[in-house]
């Protein structure tokens, strides 16, 4: 009965996050329970809690991380100076008069905005209130409006440069040096974050492409689901000229998001140095756009702040968690478990995303990358997976696992904002072909790696 104390440990903390206590302590908290259980029974050795230490310095200490307050402070800024607005009226104006227009403008501009806070929340809310009642005065219907929205807000998982990603690297890094290191390699290969971001690009922009495709086959066959619009209604009555208005909306948030990915994809920054070229060029944006005060300089920072304790403090709880979860051979358990799954790594890999899928209906990216990722990625890669691949599949899946009803969280953003007429119902049928388009992608991807892995070995060659 001893060897499933691991699973018990794990139910535990899932208990507690349905009771709704706070993540960072209910996997910190419930560690300590175990490990003190435990250690008065025989079956813990408290002396894995003495890594701890190294382990929060570890934390504290790691480049990699300072990339998460930059990103979220750089997506704050240009959220709080209204240039999404303006980039979401300027891409309104290029496609709008089209059918299907609109939902086109919200999925392009919704990818830019992942791009920029990396946050599923925060872009989902964000194009909820900006283009949601656009959307339905234009006449288009409820559900195609609110799942687009909320399709499009989950691409801040994938579309680099994600929060999601950079965590995701950071984690699936050490997994990838562990495994190396039990396979008897010595000298182990490393990942980054970088990679992660040049592995994600494809498969990023396979998906917003099949998002505006689909867009367009319902304007297409159902036009008075997606009706085009007037350029003048477009235009509000401005008599500034068009190619003037798409200049001022268009060029100053491109070339923010291009400068960190161009830096990024040349060599020329890491991803942390990047986020800080990010963070200065929004501020930079958003005092030459007149909207930078005090205030709003406040209200930014404190948002940051607010997000990157939360993050910090679910890695500190995490890590607390894993080091009880090894004492109690928790890694031994998962490895047997695997070694024993008809279809080998093909059934491993299942398992492991089908587990993700549903941890993603209670859980945030950010507790499963830290806690269930240093589980499971270990075992997945001795086995001979490519870390790049696997992170990028992982991410994917957390993004449709947040779309799927009754409980993706992206429907819950939205239900907050959209206006009550709105049926719930319609949220759950519009997200519906956007996780077919999703799930498809991940098929795309289990068939074919090279679309993650390919476009890595051609920016790092040696």
Not at 207 to 215: C, D, K, R, S, T
Not at 328 to 354: H, K, N, R, T, Y
Request: net charge negative.
């Amino acid at each position: 009965m001893a060897e499933f104390i691991p699973l018990w440990l794990f139910a535990g903390v899932c208990v507690c996050l349905l009771f709704g206590y706070p993540v960072a302590f209910s996997l910190g908290g419930t560690a300590l329970i175990f490990a003190a259980v435990g250690s008065f029974f025989g079956t813990f050795d408290s002396v894995f809690l003495e890594a701890l230490p190294n382990r929060l310095f570890g934390i504290i200490g790691n480049e990699t991380l300072i990339a998460v307050p930059l990103f979220v402070l750089m997506g704050v800024l240009l959220e709080k100076s209204k240039l999404a607005e303006k980039l979401l009226d300027s891409m309104a104006m290029l496609f709008g008069t089209l059918r299907g227009g609109l939902g086109i403008s919200v999925i392009l501009v919704g990818m830019l905005l992942a791009a920029s806070t990396g946050i599923v929340g925060a872009t989902v809310v964000t194009m909820g209130m900006i283009s949601l009642p656009t959307m339905l005065r234009r006449g288009y219907d409820p559900a195609l409006a609110t799942g687009t929205i909320c399709a499009t807000g989950t691409l801040g998982q994938i579309i680099p440069p994600s929060i999601a990603l950079v965590l995701l690297g950071d984690v699936m890094s050490n997994a990838y040096q562990k495994a190396q290191l039990e396979m008897g390699i010595f000298s182990p290969k490393t990942i980054s974050v970088g990679d992660l971001f040049v592995g994600a690009l494809i498969p990023g922009l396979i998906l917003v492409g099949l998002y505006i495709l689909y867009v367009i086959m319902v304007a297409w066959l159902q036009p008075h689901k997606a009706p085009a619009v007037p350029r003048e209604e477009l235009r509000n009555g401005s008599t500034e000229p068009l190619a003037i208005q798409l200049i001022k909306g268009l060029l100053p948030p491109l070339i923010l998001i291009f400068a960190v990915l161009g830096s990024i994809l040349s060599g020329i920054a890491t991803p942390t140095e990047a986020a800080g070229v990010g963070a200065l060029g929004a501020a930079i944006l958003a005092l030459a756009s007149g909207k930078l005060s005090f205030p709003t300089l406040k209200d930014a920072v404190y948002s940051t702040t607010k997000v990157t304790c939360m993050v910090f403090m679910i890695l500190i709880g995490a890590s607390l968690f894993s080091l009880v979860f090894r004492g109690f051979g928790g890694e031994e358990l998962i490895q047997d478990f695997f070694s024993q799954l008809p279809g080998g790594v093909v059934g491993a890999m299942i398992v492991v995303m089908l587990l993700m899928f549903f941890l993603g209906f209670i859980l945030d990216f950010i507790e499963i990358t830290f806690v269930v990722v240093p589980i499971v990625a270990p075992v997945l890669l001795a086995m001979g997976l490519d870390p790049v691949w696997l992170g990028i599949m992982m991410a994917i899946n957390l993004q449709t696992s947040f779309l799927t009803p009754p409980f993706g969280f992206a429907l819950f953003y939205l239900r907050g904002v959209a206006p009550p007429e709105i049926k719930t119902q319609s949220i759950y049928k519009g997200v519906l072909p956007f996780i077919l388009i999703q799930i498809f992608v991940l098929l795309m991807l289990a068939v074919w790696p090279d679309l993650a892995t390919w476009l890595p070995e051609q920016v790092y060659a040696d």
